[in-house]
């Protein structure tokens, strides 16, 4: 059974980038997009961005100039990067499997999360 | 962007009786939502996608309903394991979440 597991620093200074990891296990990382989500306290989740396997990317338009994700098939893994960051940003932000059978798209595979804070 | 509206935000249902748990769009969606079961601490779980198909695994007392912009998901009769939060998504025009109801028991 496949399963995701994000990893990175629970806490990054206003102005740094935050850098996180998806382990992909249980399956293969090729063939697919990946997502990754983030979920402020008491806020809906909002979508970041996607990344296919092949390396092509996505970005949700609000956040696109400060994002950039890339992936490592040979690791099974796939990150994100979010540069510039404020307090906006502090939020449990999770990884997903992005089934893209069209019309269909939907996250089929989520991470449990990872809590990023953002304070100096 | 579309906005995803759930309703209502807490529901108390009574062990074995039905939840009727409502998601609405700013605009259309067409069938193009999928809906999610969440626990504390744990992942997002894919229950419904395609607005009315159930993910594999997914009990058939779990269905969903529903186009444009008004959704619909029931739970026929609820077992202890069902009480938890439940988001919609939209992937109609990129994608966007609701802002959850919470089942709880009553």
């Known amino acids: 059974q496949m399963q995701l597991q994000e990893s990175g620093p629970g806490l990054v200074k206003p102005s740094e980038t935050l850098s996180l990891t998806c382990t992909v296990s249980g399956g293969s990382i090729s063939s697919y997009y990946w997502s990754w989500i983030r979920q402020p306290a008491g806020e809906r989740m909002e979508w970041i961005g996607r990344?296919?396997?092949?390396?092509?990317?996505s970005y949700n338009p609000s956040l696109k100039s400060r994002i950039t994700m890339s992936i490592d098939s040979s690791e099974n893994q796939f990150f994100l990067k979010i540069t510039s960051v404020t307090a906006a940003d502090t939020a449990v932000y999770y990884c997903?499997?992005?089934?893209?059978?069209?019309?269909?798209?939907?996250?089929?595979?989520w991470g449990k999360g990872t809590t990023v804070a953002v304070s100096s | 962007e579309i906005v995803m509206t759930q309703s209502p935000a807490t529901l108390s249902v009574s062990p074995g009786e039905r939840a009727t748990l409502s998601c609405r769009a700013s605009q259309s969606v067409t069938s193009n939502l999928a809906w999610y079961q969440q626990k504390p601490g744990q992942a997002p779980r894919l229950l419904i996608y395609g607005a009315s198909t159930r993910a594999t695994g997914i009990p058939a007392r779990f269905s969903g309903s529903g186009s444009g912009t008004e959704f619909t998901l029931t739970i026929s009769s609820l077992q202890s394991e069902d009480f938890a939060v439940y988001y919609c998504?939209?992937?109609?025009?990129?994608?966007?979440f609701g802002q959850g109801t919470k089942l709880e028991i009553k």
């Open positions: 998504q939209q992937y109609n025009t990129w994608y966007s």
């Open positions: 997903a499997r992005l089934i893209a059978a069209r019309p269909h798209y939907y996250m089929d595979v």
């Open positions: 990344v296919h396997a092949t390396g092509g990317t």
